[in-house]
């Protein structure tokens, strides 16, 4: 078993530390700080190797418990973890190799002491009897079985690092070989378990990359170096080599843990910057290229941009990528930088990074390329950098220096590939998107129309159809004088579709403003206050009439049935007979129109007022209300994704800064309309229109 270090030696234990880390080139810091923590390496050491060692820690999951240990959160688990694995892993199992106890019969003692001989006799070969007998005691569980943790027990993964290191071929390349098929079929198979593993790929890949990178830019001799690179079968050899290992590293950037240990490493983000900028992707080093630019994209959002380096090396070499004429290339600079925004940390560098307008330029380029998939991407760019905390600067460059309204370049993309793109010539465009580019596959031409409003089918509807119909089926058009609560509105239809995810109150003034337009004074009122906001020309249509209604004469606080309305308004408000040259004035809500001679002419005023209300024998029979007939509108109900949803995400982003709303105002119909024909948009839509 490993010994515990007592407390006496700690002395003795950070000599023996530094010494390890000397050896291995690698700096160390003392008095690593974590969570306003400073953590003792030596005590963290001896909890660890108290609770059974890394791997046994790792394993049964007991960070959590070590953590504890130095009164730290739960959370901090991973953030241990990753510190004893940059610190003390690999000196835990040099000690563990060395340091056991010989009288120790133990299973584990005995593993320990055949790793300890292993160790001294590096060109012994291995055992591959004994490892086909390891491979076959599995092959029927499947390929699966290989991820097991059973499986990669220390002996196996020793025997992984002293065949690296040996002298034989064809060990090397059953070590090769056996990494590449672990990384790619196993999720446990990962960096934590074998720090140094980095280390042990850097010989096979250094000096490689050092001869041949340097001849590839060497001016004059650059075309004789690539034919003899061609013919040299040693060479050959080597780039073979030298892919595998990228080709296990990038397997190992795949899973969330590998991250980390990459990112930490003091080389390979280096060597994975120069082989991204200085390999021509034309050249014969291309595919070495690619893995690499897919190893830096994957790490890239636990890469943090040194602030005090001006340009950081990564950040620059990301940047230089949306330069190059290879789509691959723009497409990895691209999602790398996207990804380094999700960190936090970044947020300051990037910022300043993207200030530059030859950058923004790009993007402006790489937006109107007939390319969805650079589109998408240059799109999500932008969603990402619009989102930070502080963008606002950025995004005042972004609009600024687009030429022409970006706005409606992004209220385009909300139609991209869609069929309510109606076709028109090539020549044409929409928003400045070419129609063609904007035009869906003719091999899915199928829509539908907006469907019809005036029947009880609506309520079947995705909104906001269903609060469209129920809107127009609800209440009209009224007079200057008509006001309805918006409370009292939202609350009735709350209630009538409670069941089924009623729209909310900003949504639901969005779709009522696009059918009763409301003054800009009620759309401050109600950004102030919505409950206690009055609508304005709107009220009750005629299909909602009731056996009773009140009596809306000032002061009076009266209910009577619709038919004896004018009867109580006869008796109540006005005299008998006409006399004495009177004059009679409107009482009706806020009318207070004068001038009337006779209790005739006062009648047939009020009868404006209730003409469109009340059906009685007081009024004349109105004429039939026109049917509400939409404009045939194409439909695309089906779900958004892509270009579309980033370009709605992009729109809502900008709309929350408030300072660019006037940018808005030409595409407000166009934006309405759009949250009709695309429902799974609306949503969205209505966030930016309800922020104007």
């Known amino acids: 078993m490993v010994t515990v270090v007592p407390e006496h030696a700690e002395a003795q234990f950070m000599e023996k530390l530094q010494l390890f880390h000397r050896r291995q080139a690698t700096p160390v810091d003392f008095h690593p700080r974590l969570y306003d923590k400073t953590i003792d390496l030596f005590q963290l050491f001896r909890v660890i190797v108290a609770l059974g060692g890394f791997q046994q820690v790792t394993y049964n999951g007991k960070w959590t418990e070590a953590c504890d240990k130095f009164d730290l959160p739960s959370m901090a688990a991973d953030d241990l973890r990753s510190l004893y694995t940059t610190y003390l892993a690999g000196y835990e199992k040099e000690a563990s190799q060395y340091d056991f106890d010989m009288s120790d019969a133990s299973p584990k003692a005995k593993v320990y002491r055949e790793t300890a001989t292993a160790l001294r006799q590096l060109d012994r070969p291995p055992n591959y009897a004994r490892d086909q007998q390891y491979i076959s005691q599995h092959q029927s569980m499947g390929v699966m079985a290989l991820g097991t943790p059973a499986f990669f027990d220390l002996e196996i993964r020793t025997r992984l690092l002293l065949c690296l290191q040996s002298s034989l071929p064809n060990e090397v390349d059953w070590a090769f070989n056996m990494l590449v098929q672990l990384t790619g079929t196993s999720e446990n198979f990962n960096l934590d378990t074998q720090p140094e593993l980095l280390d042990r790929f850097l010989p096979f890949v250094e000096p490689f990359l050092a001869r041949h990178m340097l001849e590839e830019h060497d001016g004059s001799g650059a075309a004789a170096t690539m034919m003899e690179f061609f013919l040299d079968q040693p060479d050959q050899e080597q780039l073979e080599r030298v892919l595998q290992v990228f080709h296990i590293l990038r397997n190992y950037s795949f899973l969330e843990a590998n991250l980390r240990p990459i990112v930490a490493h003091p080389r390979w983000p280096q060597v994975l910057v120069a082989c991204v900028t200085r390999i021509d992707s034309a050249s014969p080093l291309a595919e070495l290229m690619r893995y690499a630019l897919d190893i830096l994209e994957n790490i890239s959002p636990h890469m943090i941009a040194n602030s005090h380096l001006s340009p950081d090396p990564c950040l620059h070499a990301l940047c230089s990528l949306l330069f190059s004429k290879d789509r691959t290339l723009i497409l990895g600079g691209l999602r790398g930088l996207t990804r380094m925004a999700v960190n936090e940390v970044n947020e300051r560098a990037l910022l300043a990074t993207m200030m530059h307008e030859d950058l923004v330029d790009r993007l402006f380029q790489l937006l109107l390329i007939d390319d969805e998939e650079l589109a998408g991407a240059a799109l999500e760019f932008i969603y990402q950098y619009t989102g930070l905390r502080g963008s606002r600067d950025w995004v005042a460059l972004l609009l600024q220096s687009y030429p022409g309204n970006l706005v409606g370049l992004l209220v385009g993309y909300l139609s991209y590939k869609s069929p309510i793109t109606r076709t028109r010539r090539a020549a044409e465009s929409i928003h400045g998107i070419p129609t063609a580019q904007l035009a869906a596959s003719a091999a899915n031409p199928t829509f539908q129309i907006i469907p019809d409003l005036n029947n009880k089918n609506y309520e079947d509807l995705d909104e906001p159809f269903r609060c469209l119909g129920w809107l127009k089926e609800t209440y009209s058009d009224g007079e200057d004088t008509d006001m309805i609560p918006f409370k009292d509105l939202y609350d009735t239809y709350e209630q009538r579709f409670r069941d089924s995810k009623p729209l909310n109150v900003q949504e639901t003034f969005t779709v009522l403003s696009a059918v009763f337009k409301q003054s800009p004074e009620v759309e401050s009122r109600f950004k102030a206050d919505p409950m206690q906001t009055e609508l304005v020309r709107i009220k009750l249509s005629p299909v909602q009439d009731k056996t009773r209604?009140?009596?809306?004469?000032?002061?009076?606080?009266?209910?009577?049935?619709?038919?004896?309305?004018?009867?109580?308004?006869?008796?109540?408000?006005?005299?008998?007979?006409?006399?004495?040259?009177?004059?009679?004035?409107?009482?009706?809500?806020?009318?207070?129109?004068?001038?009337f001679s006779t209790v005739s002419d006062l009648e047939r005023h009020w009868r404006v007022h209730v003409c469109t209300l009340y059906r009685t024998k007081y009024t004349r029979q109105a004429k039939s209300r026109m049917k509400f007939t939409p404009d045939r509108m194409l439909v695309d109900a089906a779900e958004v994704e892509g270009v579309p949803l980033t370009a709605a995400l992009v729109l809502r982003n900008i709309a929350y800064k408030r300072v660019h709303n006037d940018l808005f105002l030409p595409y407000q119909d166009a934006l309405a309309a759009l949250a009709m024909q695309r429902p799974k948009l609306s949503k969205y839509i209505m966030t930016v229109l309800g922020e104007l």
């Open 549 to 595: 209604t009140p009596c809306k004469w000032t002061g009076c606080q009266s209910v009577v049935a619709p038919e004896e309305l004018w009867d109580h308004i006869h008796a109540a408000h006005l005299p008998a007979q006409d006399g004495g040259g009177a004059v009679y004035t409107c009482g009706w809500q806020k009318c207070h129109r004068t001038g």
